[in-house]
């Protein structure tokens, strides 16, 4: 149980194109995902808290007008890289947190999203 | 400000040899502490968390508040343990984690 998925898998498009990356719980229901980044040989870097019917939350430094969240039901977030740049090819991957358990702390994490802007 | 830090980029050991992965925190207040674990070509897992105190596979780890760690350690290293292993933090209320830049263990026979 608890698995969580990602598409695509990986995606190339050109610069100043954009890309939406979906995360899906398939067999639990998510009221929080959260999205990140993993430049090559680094660490996750957290680029977002997704909440199901509210905005999401960002991180300091990452531009919202740039990479879209929406998280419009419990089991499917997307982030969508807006007129990406090269500079924007990353490893994205999400994580999900079972909703409805107030001491839920384990977030299961997708398979990544490998983006690269050409 | 969270920080995690794990000072060991690689660690390569042999079978059977104990091996020890160090990660130090900051954290103002009382953390919860996790190791994630990466096989080859698999996603982010969950190993251990220090609120459970339990034994996976044979790893653990204890939160040293006066040290400010939680370093994983294993007495005997098999090769299946070969991975990436991250250190991870979550303070406060909410529930983002704060991830270490991990460190790539290698068991060779």
């Known amino acids: 149980g608890a698995v969580v998925s990602q598409h695509p898998s990986w995606v190339i498009c050109k610069s100043g194109t954009s890309v939406k990356i979906e995360c899906r719980s398939l067999d639990f229901q998510a009221t929080t995902m959260f999205w990140y980044r993993q430049f090559p040989k680094q660490s996750l870097m957290l680029m977002a808290t997704?909440?199901?019917?509210?905005?999401?939350?960002?991180e300091q430094g990452v531009e919202k007008d740039k990479f879209l969240i929406n998280h419009a039901s419990l089991t499917l977030s997307t982030l969508t890289v807006t007129s990406a740049h090269p500079e924007d090819s990353s490893f994205y991957i999400c994580s999900a947190r079972l909703s409805g358990r107030a001491l839920s702390y384990e977030q299961y994490f997708g398979p990544g999203t490998r983006l690269t802007v050409t | 400000a969270q920080r995690v830090t794990q000072p060991e980029k690689l660690l390569s050991v042999f079978k059977g040899a104990p091996v020890e992965l160090k990660c130090n925190y900051s954290y103002s207040g009382s953390p919860e502490l996790f190791w994630y674990v990466q096989y080859s070509r698999q996603r982010l897992q969950l190993l251990l968390r220090?609120?459970s105190r339990e034994s996976i596979k044979g790893f653990t780890a204890d939160l040293n508040k006066g040290e400010t760690s939680f370093h994983l350690k294993k007495p005997f290293a098999q090769e299946e343990d070969s991975a990436m292993y991250y250190c991870a933090l979550r303070g406060g209320s909410n529930y983002k984690l704060t991830f270490g830049k991990g460190t790539l263990l290698t068991v060779n026979p």
């Open positions: 997704s909440n199901e019917g509210s905005k999401a939350t960002y």
């Open positions: 220090h609120i």
